[in-house]
């Protein structure tokens, strides 16, 4: 199975709060996870990876937290933002390459009230 | 540092014709892939190329086709247009194994 599963689809979350978004995988030899951020009218934007042997990461606001035996990860906001409001999509690629083909998971809208 | 380019912005064709997109990698990148994503989707894969081979390759008819030049640029075609093709094109650059960067897309409308 290649599919990544990603919820919820939509979130509203007040400024200031945490926003959290979660992923699942099937395929055991998925090793790469990156998140992305995309801006309507724009390309994904790199956030944040993780590899399965840490089981979290953390780069300023932002925290991938990882259990590999659930084969889930999330991505945490904290002190989410305004500016924080775009689409997020959790991916996987396998063979410990990271160029390798993203199955990316089908995006969480997220709006930051201010 | 010029990013990922990707050329034209739009693009308007008709059912049946053909369409060629171009992208150009981020400086010292050698690996491009390309994805389509359907408006409210995630990107799907279509293929990659690497020293001007396509390495992998998604589950798209042959219908999609492309091309590496020796500069690392790439070409995405696309022969016999459906309305189904719609979508956001993304090129994604990469030193070989490395993390992919994505261009800001061409969004094709197939009348």
């Known amino acids: 199975q290649q599919q990544v599963k990603q919820s919820p689809q939509s979130l509203i979350v007040q400024k200031g709060g945490i926003s959290i978004i979660n992923c699942a995988y099937e395929?055991?030899?998925?090793?790469?996870f990156p998140w992305y951020q995309q801006f309507p009218g724009k390309g994904p934007a790199l956030l944040i990876a993780i590899r399965p042997d840490v089981s979290e990461k953390k780069e300023g606001r932002f925290t991938i937290s990882f259990n590999k035996s659930a084969k889930q990860f999330s991505l945490h906001i904290m002190d989410s933002q305004p500016g924080d409001s775009a689409t997020y999509f959790c991916?996987?690629?396998?063979?410990?390459?990271?160029?390798?083909?993203?199955?990316f998971g089908g995006g969480t809208r997220l709006m930051v009230k201010p | 540092d010029a990013g990922v380019t990707q050329s034209p912005t739009h693009l308007i064709k008709t059912r049946g014709q053909q369409v060629t997109l171009r992208c150009s990698p981020k400086s010292g990148h050698d690996t491009v892939s390309w994805y389509q994503q359907a408006l409210g989707q995630g990107p799907q894969f279509i293929f990659q190329?690497?020293?001007?081979?396509?390495?992998q390759r998604g589950n798209f008819p042959d219908r999609f086709s492309g091309h590496q030049f020796p500069n690392y640029s790439s070409e995405l075609n696309v022969n016999a247009l459906l309305l189904g093709d719609s979508a956001l094109y993304l090129c994604?650059?990469?030193?070989?194994?490395?993390?992919?960067?994505f261009g800001p897309g061409t969004r094709l409308t197939v009348t």
């Open positions: 190329y690497y020293e001007e081979e396509e390495r």
């Open positions: 991916a996987a690629s396998s063979d410990d390459n990271a160029g390798n083909m993203l199955t």
């Open positions: 994604a650059s990469s030193s070989w194994g490395r993390e992919q960067y």
């Open positions: 395929n055991t030899a998925f090793d790469y």
